[in-house]
């Protein structure tokens, strides 16, 4: 390739697009998002079944399932949606996008501090 073809090919990814159009989006952009998506679900439940399975040991048990498992789906769910809005295509208004980051994410993250904060209120033994 020619120095002069290797610059549009390099910045491909900056072409234009229709934000909100009728079209999914496609491309490889949007396989590798949903490839990535997919499997951060199957690690994600992965994780999350072991830690049910394990829960009589003694760091689920400091930390409290009742809080583990609610902070990583809500985290899980925000960047999941987060994933596939691109795929999507702007099929949601800016709204819905601006109270899934509004209310998910600092709603989990509040859960994740809660669930490290009772590790030093709890007495170890």
Not at 98 to 116: C, D, E, H, K, S
Request: charged content about 10%.
């Amino acid at each position: 390739m020619a120095p002069a073809n290797l610059l549009p090919a390099i910045f491909s990814f900056l072409e234009r697009r229709e934000i909100g159009g009728s079209n999914m989006n496609l491309d490889y952009r949007s396989i590798i998002w949903g490839v990535f998506a997919i499997l951060y679900t199957i690690a994600t439940t992965y994780g999350l079944v072991r830690v049910i399975l394990l829960r009589h040991t003694l760091a689920v048990r400091l930390r409290g399932l009742y809080l583990i498992v609610p902070s990583i789906l809500i985290i899980h769910c925000y960047i999941t949606l987060i994933l596939l809005a691109y795929i999507i295509n702007g099929r949601y208004p800016c709204g819905v996008e601006f109270w899934i980051m509004n209310t998910l994410l600092p709603y989990g993250m509040a859960l994740v501090q809660r669930m490290f904060s009772c590790l030093f209120m709890t007495p170890m033994y």
